[in-house]
């Protein structure tokens, strides 16, 4: 196994590509398998609009902080756009972009009637007071109160944020409104509207995806090892799932680093980072590894589901999986993606493996509307259905064009957003 330096980039090699520009590299791909309207793929490489607000906060010491926060909005001729809000000190108008694209593609590819959006605000939430964050949010919602609504824009949690958030940001948004507007957000707590099952969907979208793909390759999922980076509201549930299915799962890690156990670690006994944060590292395990360890083991599958871009050309020839499954949202660069393609190492992306996140999303969504609540059990029977009907759709396209999964989920995406620009039409 190679060490944690070897996988370090040097300060003269390139830097690692933008999501903004993985994203549209990837929309070529796609576009190159399949017979579609130049014209549509130029509009595609482009989000219908951008906003920029300024957030001004009042701090607990009484001084006044302005952030600076975004909404793409990269595609709706299929629905409402869609896509989470993150509070991070890395985002950028171009990352929010990018991420916006990868939601219309991953809409499309589990065939949900929204496009794609994300969201965000430059800060790092850490350095907030409770009180503070929500007075932050709450100012947030009004400034992008003009650009959302239930069926313009739901954005949903993502990194930073979480169902407190939502709920927030709903409450500020139906004061303005003067009435009750569930349906604004999804990812809620489910006594404000939220839906049973949404906290763990992309878990578990990313553990049903893995134990098809398992499936698939003829493997037993009893004798499968499974290492998993990022042991939080994606990583654990899909380790816990996974686990019950009869993996072994002998990796799981957090910020601070990662435990090995190649036996198999019991993953319903590690804290995941939402019971405790960071806590993974004070679990009592055989071995201790670095993050960067970890997603070099020698295990069957590999799901990386903490950050992007952590597969990369530096490490991707190190990696010793046999197949990969992608948690968090583009942790593989173009770089990296084509070395797994010489080294036939099969790659799920991220579009399909954690799609039950907007899927349950839309679940939500549609109960807020309806004004009635699923049980677990149906959304869990739903969510099933739902993500063996996309993996057999991005399935057919693997077998039928001898393509990539990453590819083929592409394919299945784009000839959905462009058959339905070719049938709206361009306007005027």
């Not at 926060?69 to 896509?83: E, I």
């Not at 313009?152 to 927030?168: L, Y």
């Not at 002998?250 to 036996?263: Q, T, W």
Request: with cysteine; hydrophobic share 40%.
């Amino acid at each position: 196994m190679a060490s944690a330096a070897s996988s370090t980039a040097k300060d003269d090699e390139p830097t690692e590509e933008t999501a903004l520009e993985t994203a549209r590299r990837q929309l070529q791909r796609a576009a190159a398998h399949l017979d579609v309207d130049p014209g549509v793929i130029e509009r595609l490489h482009h989000p219908n609009q951008v906003h920029r607000v300024s957030v001004p906060l009042e701090r607990d010491d009484g001084t006044t902080a302005v952030y600076t926060g975004y909404r793409a909005q990269h595609d709706s001729v299929r629905g409402p756009y869609k896509g989470g809000l993150r509070f991070h000190p890395d985002v950028t108008e171009d990352e929010c972009i990018g991420l916006s694209m990868w939601m219309t593609w991953k809409c499309a590819v589990m065939d949900i009637p929204f496009g794609g959006a994300k969201g965000g605000i430059v800060v790092n939430p850490k350095d907030l007071s409770t009180d503070e964050k929500e007075r932050l949010t709450r100012r947030f919602a009004e400034e992008l109160r003009p650009f959302i609504g239930p069926t313009k824009d739901i954005p949903a949690p993502d990194m930073g944020t979480d169902a407190q958030t939502m709920a927030w940001f709903m409450d500020a948004y139906s004061m303005q409104e003067g009435e009750t507007q569930a349906g604004v957000v999804t990812g809620k707590p489910p006594v404000v509207g939220g839906s049973k099952g949404r906290d763990t969907a992309p878990g578990r979208s990313v553990a049903i995806v893995a134990r098809e793909a398992i499936d698939y390759l003829g493997w037993d999922i009893e004798d499968t090892t499974v290492a998993v980076q990022g042991f939080g509201s994606v990583g654990a549930p899909a380790a816990r799932l996974l686990d019950d299915h009869g993996a072994t799962v002998v990796a799981v890690s957090d910020v601070n680093g990662a435990i090995y156990d190649p036996d198999g670690l019991d993953t319903h006994d590690v804290p995941t980072h939402e019971e405790e944060p960071e806590a993974v590292m004070k679990y009592d395990a055989p071995e201790t590894l670095s993050n960067e360890d970890l997603l070099e083991l020698d295990v069957d599958v590999l799901i990386p589901a903490a950050i992007g871009n952590v597969l990369t050309a530096e490490n991707a020839s190190d990696v010793q999986a046999d197949l990969i499954v992608e948690g968090a949202n583009g942790p593989t660069t173009s770089a990296a993606s084509e070395v797994f393609e010489e080294r036939e190492i099969p790659v799920v992306p991220d579009i399909l493996a954690n799609a039950g996140g907007v899927t349950v999303s839309y679940f939500e969504w549609l109960q807020d509307l309806n004004h009635r609540s699923w049980s677990l059990e149906r959304v869990h029977e739903e969510l099933e259905t739902e993500m063996l009907r996309a993996w057999e759709a991005v399935r057919e396209q693997v077998e039928d064009h001898d393509v990539t999964w990453r590819d083929a989920a592409y394919m299945v995406a784009l000839e959905r957003v462009a058959a339905a620009h070719e049938h709206r039409g361009l306007w005027p």
